[in-house]
């Protein structure tokens, strides 16, 4: 999948550069990376919020990459996103019961008193009282907020739930316990997440499979264990190198591996140069090489000019680095 976006100094911003992503049924699957590399794009995308410039977004089967608001109304049951801020995705002038059956009601899951009763019982699900309903969004505190959210998205029994950093606006007091919240309905209620976070002991608690994403693409993807255990890719490396270790009994004896220099622009990233104008064809322009290349600790010459495709190595992983091997071995970035 790809989306770009015309940036307005001209030029394309390649936000999400070729990204593939399956998400199974009761699958929590993390996406991790830093501020810029593309994911919430990916999100919006995943729940067609955005509309992917290129590739598909297929939902139970269904494309639903280019369908209009009107075609994708009734299909809006199935999948939600729950976004960072709940301040700013509440209607502060709806009540608390007026914003959970708002879904409710559009999409026919309840009418009449059942609507009420739903509304209940989905409070309840979320650890809220029946009361609430009749409270407004600036009555209760940020974590009731992001709770409220977490009942408007399961309120049609979704089949995917795309959560954007929903703990980050958060106190971090009450971070816990809505990420337990999220995990415990995840599990009885199966559906498939995208968990999209900064958060690395969040996502190793939360996910199933993670994806690494570096300036618009995949750099490595794995079961969230064997990622945690030995990751392949120089930026994962560094990524979770920079991670506290939860849990001091389990020895991560990672040497921190500082990056230098920013994120590069996605409107310009590394090494990119116009290519050949085909004949009588438009100008067009290709990337060469990795992206990561001008931050890799390991970089080499062949990096600056040949992309390493994301392919398939052993354990279900997949990684985008020239210098892991067929076999899955990998240099260690802190050497
Ligand atoms: Fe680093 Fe080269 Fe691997 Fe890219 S391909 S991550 S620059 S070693
Ligand atoms: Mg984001």
Do not use: W
């Not at 409070?123 to 309903?133: F, I, S, T």
């Amino acid at each position: 999948m790809k989306r770009h976006f015309g940036a307005s100094g001209g030029g394309t911003v390649r936000a999400v550069d070729g990204v593939s992503i399956t998400i199974g049924r009761g699958e929590v699957v993390g996406l991790v990376g830093e501020s810029g590399s593309g994911k919430s794009t990916v999100g919006r995308c995943a729940v067609r919020l955005d509309e992917p410039t290129a590739g598909t977004v297929h939902i139970n089967g269904t494309d639903v990459s280019h369908l209009s608001r009107r075609a994708l109304r009734p299909l809006r049951k199935d999948f939600h996103l729950v976004f960072q801020d709940p301040s700013s995705s509440l209607d502060p002038r709806m009540t608390v019961g007026q914003i959970i059956a708002e879904p409710v009601r559009l999409h026919r899951y309840a009418r009449g008193t059942a609507v009420r009763e739903r509304v209940e019982q989905l409070l309840g699900q979320v650890g809220l009282r029946p009361e609430h309903a009749d409270r407004h969004p600036h009555e209760l505190s940020g974590g009731q907020r992001q709770r409220i959210s977490i009942a408007r998205a399961l309120s049609c029994d979704p089949d995917l739930v795309v959560a954007d950093e929903p703990t980050s606006a958060l106190d971090v007091s009450v971070q816990a316990s809505v990420l337990n919240l999220l995990a415990d309905l995840q599990r009885d209620r199966g559906f498939g997440c995208l968990f999209i976070t900064h958060d690395l002991a969040a996502v190793e608690y939360l996910a199933d499979r993670i994806a690494v994403m570096y300036l618009g693409q995949i750099v490595e993807q794995a079961p969230t264990a064997e990622l945690f255990a030995s990751p392949k890719h120089p930026y994962t490396q560094a990524l979770l190198s920079a991670a506290p270790v939860p849990d001091p009994v389990v020895q991560r004896s990672r040497e921190r591996i500082v990056l230098h220099g920013d994120l590069p622009s996605p409107l310009d990233p590394p090494t990119r140069r116009a290519a050949a104008t085909p004949a009588g064809g438009a100008t067009g322009s290709v990337f060469d090489g990795c992206r990561f290349h001008t931050r890799c600790p390991l970089v080499t010459d062949r990096c600056r000019t040949e992309v390493p495709a994301l392919r398939e190595i052993p354990g279900g992983r997949q990684v985008s680095c020239h210098l892991v091997t067929d076999d899955g071995t990998a240099p260690d970035a802190a050497a």
